[in-house]
C-alpha cells in the first residue's frame, strides 16, 4: 500500500515538472529541426478541467503538412549530350600502342556511346508509357540562365519531346554501331574515336537544345570533327571532299546565326530560348519575318540533300570511310530535316504556308533530280548517297502541305531513312573491304560466299523502299495520307520518283549478288559475328519502329502540338 502511494506521488511530481522540461528543451528541440514549429508546452489552469478530443472529433484537426524535401535537378539530357565528350577527352591521354591499349580506346569509345543510347532509350520508354500526358519535367527537362551579359539571354535549355526522343534514339544506335565497326581499326584508333565521340556530342545536343544560340553552337561544333574525319580516313580526294564539307557546314552556321539574330532582336523577347520567344508580345514584323525564313530554310536545305545544294553530300558518303558515312548520311542529314521542322516551320509557319507552292515545286525537283542521279552512279556508296534525296524530297514534300499526319510521317521518315541508309552504308564497307571497292559492273555472284550480307542488303534495300511491316511503310503512309489533300499532284509524282529510285537500290542487289561467281571473288567470306553485332541492331529497330509505329507516333505528335497550332492543324 505505501509502494502504491509512493508511486502515485512520484508521478505527480512527474507532471508537475513536465512544463517546465520542456520549456526548457524548446530551443534545441528548434535547433534540431527548424522546420517544424513545436509549442510552446504550458501547464493547464488548475481551475480549468483538462477535456480529451471526442472520438467523431474531424480527422483535419490533427493533420500535419508535410515538409518538402531535397529536389535534385535531372542531369539525364546533360548525360547523354556531354558523356562522350567526357570519354573523347580521356581518350587523348590513352596511348595507343599496343593492341591492348587500343581496345581499351575502342571500349571506352562503345561504352561512351552505349551509354548515351541506354539512357535516351529510357527516356523514350518512359515517354512512350506516360502517351500524351507526359510533361517536359518527366522527361527531364533542364532549364537555367547561361549567359545574361549580352542584349539578350542565352539558356541552356535541354529538352526532349516526342521528336527528338525518336531521333535521338536514332542518332545514338547509329552511333554505337559505327563504333563496333571500327573495332578492328588500328591506324591513328585515338583520333579517329575521339573525333567521332566529339560529332556525336554536337548531334545529340542539337536534337536536345530548345535555345537558338545553343542548337547554332552544337550544330557548328560538327564541322571541324566531320573535316578531320574525312581528310584523314577518306579515300581517294579526300581533300577535295572534305572541304566542301567544312564550307557546306560553315555556310549553314553563318546564315542561322543571322537569321536567329533577327528573330532575336525584333521579337523584343531578350531571350534566345524558344519557349520566351513563343511567349513574345511583339511580332515579327513581315518583312523580317519572310527574310528569317529564307534564311533559315536555305541553312537546312545545305545539308538537307536538296537539289542543287546536295553535291557535297555525294562527294563526302562517297570518299570517307563507311563508318563516317554512316553517320553523314544516317544522322548528319537528318539533323538538317530536323532543323526544317523546329525551326524552319516552327519558328515560320505563316511563311511556310504562305511560300508552300515553292517548297513543293523543290520537292518534285529534288524527287526528279534524285531518280535521275541514282540511276547514273556506278558505285554502291554513290547510289545509297542518291537515293537520300528522294527520301528527303518526301519530307520537304511533308512541310510544304504541313498537317500533323504528313508532320508525324515526316518524323518517321527521317528516322527510317537514317536507319536504312546507316546500314546500307555499313554493308557497303563490308562488301568493299572484301572486294576492294571496285566498281558495280565489276561485281557479281557473292550471294554463293556470302549469303548473310546479300540478306541484309536486301533487307535494307526494302526498309528504305517502304515494305510493310518496316519503318518506312509506316512513315510513306502518313505522308500520303497527309500530303495528298493538298498537293494531290505533287504528292504521287514524288512517291513514284521515291519509288524508282529506291528501286534502283533492289537493282544495285541482283548486280552486286546475282548471278554466277566472279573467279576473284570465289574466296570472299560471309558476314563475321562482329559485323552481325552492328548490323542486327539496326535491322531490330527497322522493325520495331515499323510495327510499333502506333506505340510511336502520339509520342511524336506531343512535340508536333505547338507547331500544329500554330497553321490551325489539329494537335
Known amino acids: 500500500m505505501s509502494f502504491a502511494l509512493q508511486a502515485l506521488w512520484s508521478a505527480a511530481g512527474a507532471a508537475q515538472q513536465a512544463p517546465r522540461l520542456a520549456a526548457a528543451f524548446q530551443p534545441l528541440l528548434a535547433a534540431v529541426s527548424p522546420a517544424v514549429t513545436v509549442p510552446a508546452i504550458t501547464a493547464p489552469p488548475a481551475t480549468l478541467p483538462v477535456t480529451l478530443p471526442s472520438p467523431t ?47 581499351r580506346i575502342r571500349s571506352l569509345a562503345l561504352f561512351a556511346s552505349a551509354s548515351a543510347l541506354v539512357l535516351t532509350l529510357y527516356t523514350l520508354g518512359t515517354a512512350v508509357s506516360l502517351g500524351v500526358a507526359a510533361t517536359p519535367a518527366q522527361l527531364h527537362e533542364e532549364d537555367t540562365s547561361w549567359i545574361t551579359h549580352f542584349a539578350f539571354t542565352i539558356h541552356y535549355h535541354l529538352s526532349a519531346d516526342g521528336i527528338t526522343l525518336t531521333l535521338l534514339a536514332m542518332s545514338t544506335l547509329v552511333f554505337t554501331s559505327v563504333f563496333l565497326a571500327a573495332w578492328k581499326r588500328h591506324e591513328r584508333l585515338r583520333l579517329y574515336c575521339g573525333l567521332l565521340l566529339l560529332v556525336e556530342t554536337a548531334i545529340n545536343g542539337a536534337l536536345c537544345a530548345t535555345d537558338l544560340m545553343l542548337f547554332l553552337l552544337f550544330f557548328s561544333m560538327q564541322v571541324v570533327p566531320l573535316y578531320l574525319l574525312i581528310r584523314c580516313f577518306g579515300g581517294a580526294g579526300r581533300e577535295r571532299a572534305a572541304w566542301r564539307t567544312a564550307v557546306a557546314g ?154 500533323t499526319v504528313s508532320l508525324d510521317g515526316a518524323v518517321l521518315q527521317l528516322i527510317a531513312g537514317g536507319l536504312s541508309s546507316a546500314l546500307l552504308l555499313l554493308v557497303c564497307g563490308a562488301i568493299e573491304g572484301r572486294t576492294r571497292s571496285v566498281p558495280l559492273d565489276r561485281l557479281g555472284g557473292l550471294a554463293a560466299q556470302a549469303p548473310r550480307l546479300g540478306g541484309f542488303w536486301i533487307f535494307a534495300c526494302l526498309a528504305a523502299l517502304g515494305a510493310p511491316l518496316l519503318a518506312g511503310f509506316s512513315a510513306e503512309l502518313m505522308l500520303f495520307t497527309g500530303a495528298f489533300p493538298v498537293h494531290p499532284y505533287a504528292t504521287v509524282f514524288v512517291m513514284a520518283s521515291t519509288a524508282v529510285s529506291t528501286g534502283a537500290l533492289l537493282w544495285s542487289a541482283q548486280r552486286v549478288f546475282m548471278g554466277p561467281v566472279r573467279e576473284e571473288f570465289e574466296r570472299v567470306r560471309d558476314a563475321t559475328p562482329l559485323e552481325l553485332s552492328y548490323m542486327w541492331p539496326l535491322v531490330i529497330f527497322l522493325i520495331a519502329f515499323g510495327v510499333l509505329a502506333g506505340r ?20
Open 57 to 103: 472529433a474531424s480527422p483535419s484537426a490533427t493533420t500535419t503538412t508535410p515538409t518538402p524535401g531535397l529536389e535534385l535537378p535531372s542531369v539525364l539530357l546533360s548525360s547523354v549530350v556531354w558523356i562522350t565528350t567526357v570519354a573523347a577527352l580521356v581518350i587523348v591521354f590513352l596511348p595507343e600502342r599496343t593492341a591492348d591499349q587500343r581496345s
Open 250 to 403: 560553315l555556310t549553314s552556321a553563318s546564315l542561322l546565326l543571322v537569321a536567329f539574330l533577327l528573330v532575336i532582336v525584333h521579337s523584343g523577347a531578350h531571350s534566345s530560348d524558344l519557349t520566351d520567344l513563343a511567349n513574345a508580345t511583339s511580332p515579327l514584323l513581315d518583312k523580317v519575318a519572310i527574310a528569317a525564313f529564307w534564311l533559315t530554310f536555305t541553312a537546312f536545305a545545305i545539308g538537307f540533300v536538296i537539289v542543287p545544294l546536295h553535291t557535297w553530300v555525294l562527294d563526302a558518303t562517297a570518299t570517307a570511310s563507311s563508318g563516317v558515312a554512316a553517320v553523314i548520311a544516317g544522322v548528319v542529314v537528318r539533323l538538317s530535316g530536323y532543323g526544317m521542322l523546329r525551326f524552319a516551320l516552327g519558328l515560320f509557319p505563316i511563311q511556310a504556308q504562305r511560300y508552300g507552292t515553292a517548297l513543293m515545286v523543290l520537292a518534285v525537283f529534288s524527287a526528279v533530280w534524285g531518280v535521275l542521279v541514282t540511276l547514273a552512279q556506278r558505285t554502291l556508296r554513290r547510289v545509297v548517297a542518291a537515293v537520300s534525296i528522294g527520301q528527303m524530297s518526301l519530307v520537304l514534300l511533308a512541310i510544304s502541305s504541313p498537317n
Open 552 to 571: 510511336v507516333v502520339p509520342v511524336i505528335g506531343t512535340g508536333l502540338v505547338r507547331i500544329a497550332a500554330s497553321f490551325g492543324g489539329s494537335p
